[in-house]
């Protein structure tokens, strides 16, 4: 799908149009693509006092090559311009620490390099141990999406909050919102909390590892199984029978085997499990991509068309994790992946069944989250914005327009930026990732 007015914004003419008239500019942004390193150039890292955080943060960024500075007042406005600002802020025990960020990242800002990245890493609130605390600590969510809105040329600014002693998790996700993988999730809070340390080949992650993924023959599901194979895991791709054709490409071109059936089937689950232990002795990764749209506004919805997108986006996915984990499918430090929407979070004209479908896969993680931890899986979901499918292709001119500008980014995403945020998620290093529901929508202003 092409982004016509971006195509044309690139043009002189273009680019003249939009700085007499202010329009938007939606800058391309800079994707992953191999050989690519997690930060390409250099980093500067400030901190409120030192922190086992920050440590842990700075022997990243060691390991990662990364040439880096530390500042506590930002850098020179003449010093090269960073493609990083990492700020450590679990250090701030009270409202009056919240001081440093302002004195940090007011002169350096404007440096940020194109596609820059800013990291704030704050402590859970939730966790803290004074109510001082829990407010500067709360406090930084209001800070980071407000300079995900001022900066520009395709750069993000996100916030890791990690849970006390849970330091040495921060890997994953920080090379995650560091790296082009991220280009599209902005104004995000992730959450890191302990678990197991699992040392495994970041250029490599699931190598050894088996994913099912439904709805994979193409679109999102597609680039999520390549993706997923990408970083060495075997796919297990499922599909409608419609869809054979699509499906067998993707699988042949991935090596992957197929299965095709209808994820509401009443045997879908008991399908999957055994076609899983045959193949493969059991699964490791579960994305339940599959979903459908039956767009009409409540009063003239037919019950067919409510409960159609109800039972493929929801009733499925919570049955056939049921049956998966019931059965001993999922081994441990597995973990399993939801795809909501953001109109899940913000509500959409025409859409009460998918939005109640999506809040619910939101539900469903949050409910299972601390279930599943007991047998060492995981469950995360994301909550794609408008990304540039054959779904949203669908979508009348002037709402996919709008769609697509009413972000920080000011245009669509990708399939390959919800695949690359469900990666992290999967990949077993981000162990102590769990009932987290990322946003991947440019900062969208849609139930912001
Ligand atoms: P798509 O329509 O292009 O692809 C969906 C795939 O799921 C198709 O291959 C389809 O055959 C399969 N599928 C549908 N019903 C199925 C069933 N009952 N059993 C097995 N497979 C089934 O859609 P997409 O845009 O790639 O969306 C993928 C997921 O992302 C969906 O869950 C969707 O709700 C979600 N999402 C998409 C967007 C977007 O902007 N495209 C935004 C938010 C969320």
New binding site residues.
């Given amino acids: 799908m092409t982004d016509r007015y971006q195509t044309f914004t690139r043009t002189p003419l273009g680019q003249t149009l939009v700085k007499n008239l202010g329009l938007p500019d939606p800058v391309p942004l800079q994707r992953w693509t191999e050989g690519s390193r997690v930060i390409d150039g250099s980093v500067v890292f400030g901190a409120i006092g030192e922190t086992e955080a920050g440590k842990a943060i700075q022997a990243l960024l060691r390991d990662i090559g990364a040439s880096f500075s530390t500042a506590t007042e930002g850098v020179a406005s003449s010093q090269i311009r960073p493609k990083a600002l990492v700020f450590d802020a679990t250090g701030a025990l009270s409202t009056a620490d919240l001081t440093s960020l302002q004195r940090f990242f007011s002169p350096v800002i404007r440096q940020l390099a194109p596609a820059g990245r800013v990291i704030v890493v704050g402590r859970t609130p939730e966790l803290a141990t004074s109510t001082e605390q829990h407010i500067a600590q709360r406090a930084l969510e209001g800070f980071t999406r407000s300079l995900g809105k001022e900066v520009k040329r395709g750069a993000t600014v996100n916030l890791v909050y990690v849970a006390p002693d849970a330091h040495e998790q921060l890997d994953s996700t920080l090379r995650f919102f560091l790296s082009p993988k991220s280009a599209y999730v902005d104004g995000q809070v992730a959450r890191v909390g302990t678990g197991p340390l699992v040392g495994n080949d970041p250029e490599r992650p699931l190598a050894g590892k088996v994913a099912l993924v439904?709805?994979?023959?193409?679109?999102?599901?597609a680039a999520i199984a390549d993706t997923l194979a990408r970083d060495g895991a075997t796919i297990l791709g499922?599909?409608?029978a419609?869809?054979a054709d699509?499906l067998r490409k993707v699988m042949t071109r991935l090596g992957g085997s197929e299965l095709l059936?209808?994820?509401?089937a009443v045997d879908a689950a008991q399908r999957i499990a055994a076609h899983a232990q045959e193949q493969y002795a059991g699964l490791d990764i579960v994305v339940h991509?599959?979903?459908?749209?039956r767009d009409k506004r409540l009063a003239n919805m037919r019950t067919d068309t409510w409960d159609a997108v109800l039972d493929?986006?929801l009733r499925?996915p919570e049955r056939i994790t049921s049956h998966l984990v019931e059965a001993g499918t999922i081994r441990a430090g597995g973990s399993i992946i939801g795809?909501?929407?953001?109109?899940g979070i913000a509500g959409n004209n025409g859409q009460t069944n998918?939005a109640t479908s999506?809040a619910g896969v939101i539900g469903l993680v949050q409910a299972l989250a601390p279930k599943l931890a007991e047998k060492q899986i995981r469950i995360n979901a994301v909550?794609?914005?408008?990304?540039e499918?054959?779904?949203?292709a669908k979508v009348p001119f002037t709402i996919r327009e709008v769609g697509r500008r009413i972000n920080s980014l000011q245009q669509g995403g990708l399939?390959i930026d919800?695949a690359e945020t469900i990666a992290w998620f999967a990949d077993p290093a981000s162990a102590g990732v769990t009932g987290n529901v990322i946003r991947v929508c440019g900062q969208s202003m849609l139930g912001a």
């Fill in positions: 439904t709805g994979a023959a193409r679109g999102i599901g499922v599909d409608v419609q869809n699509p059936l209808d994820v509401t991509n599959a979903g459908i749209t493929v986006n499925a795809v909501a929407s953001i109109a998918y999506k909550a794609p914005g408008f990304i499918t054959e779904m949203t399939p919800v």
